[in-house]
């Protein structure tokens, strides 16, 4: 028993051995000579414009910290430089207080952190989502939505911002229409919209047109009174339309033209969203 025990013992030890040295020989990498964090840690951020948006950088580096940036790039503005600053010493603990900017609602600013030692480099990415919900609304103008009877363009599509032929689009992209029906309203304009794509309408006569904001255009649908159609058009109406919870557009008659055929008879329309 002694004579096996010994054998094992004298096999294992060289093998012990020979997995140290193979261990020790292994190339080990260096660690990196710059470590920053960016907090907080999200990759993107969501804030209103006009904003603070604080960040907690810090930065560790093995020689000397050279040098930090701040990049931000966004598709209106390209690329600029919110910070490029030339520093001392082997640390950085810094706080960014960051302005969001103003820009189209749901726009996507990126934010690069970059740490700079010697010849290397390090940066870290945020993202930023941006509600803007103080922006004015875009408007569209003369636009001309025909009598359903006179075979034109008597729907309107607000993705397209114009004016469409009913029978060559499937009902979800008809936002609203002209309801005109020979049998019921002979040559006459039915002043009467309906919504193929089941949206809603909200008469609002109070309704600040001329400062229309994203904001505005909700809260006044949130509350408005919703109807399936819109009847009584007249010059000088104001009128919200929204789909489900959600405000679209809004819309301002500027004309309504009712002929003696029913060829011609037609809406004036602008359109904010």
């Not at 261990?23 to 990759?43: F, G, H, N, R, T």
């Not at 949206?199 to 904001?213: D, I, L």
Request: aromatic share 10%.
């Amino acid at each position: 028993m002694s004579t096996g025990s010994s054998l094992v013992k004298n096999f294992y030890i060289p093998l012990y051995l020979f997995v140290l040295l193979f261990l020790s020989c292994q190339k080990q990498e260096p660690a990196s000579p710059i470590i920053m964090s960016v907090y907080p840690e999200d990759v993107t951020t969501i804030g209103d414009s006009g904003s603070l948006l604080e960040f907690h950088i810090t930065t560790q580096v093995e020689n000397e910290l050279e040098r930090i940036t701040i990049d931000q790039k966004d598709n209106l503005n390209g690329l600029s430089t919110l910070l490029d600053s030339n520093l001392t010493g082997k640390s950085l603990d810094l706080i960014y207080f960051y302005k969001i900017p103003s820009v189209p609602d749901l726009s996507i600013v990126e934010l690069v952190f970059t740490a700079f030692s010697g010849n290397e480099q390090l940066a870290i990415s945020r993202k930023v989502k941006i509600y803007n919900e103080l922006q004015l609304l875009s408007e569209s103008t003369g636009h001309v939505l025909y009598s359903a009877l006179s075979g034109n363009t008597s729907g309107f599509n607000l993705n397209l911002r114009q004016a469409i032929l009913v029978d060559y689009y499937d009902n979800e992209y008809i936002d609203f229409a002209d309801m005109s029906v020979d049998s019921i309203h002979g040559n006459a304009l039915s002043n009467s919209w309906y919504s193929p794509a089941e949206c809603k309408f909200v008469r609002f006569q109070g309704f600040n047109y001329p400062e229309a904001t994203n904001e505005m255009l909700q809260d006044s649908y949130n509350y408005g009174i919703k109807e399936n159609i819109i009847q009584n058009i007249s010059p000088n109406d104001i009128i919200i339309i929204g789909r489900g919870d959600i405000a679209k557009a809004v819309i301002y008659i500027v004309n309504v033209l009712d002929n003696d055929t029913t060829l011609n008879d037609r809406y004036f329309l602008n359109i904010k969203l």
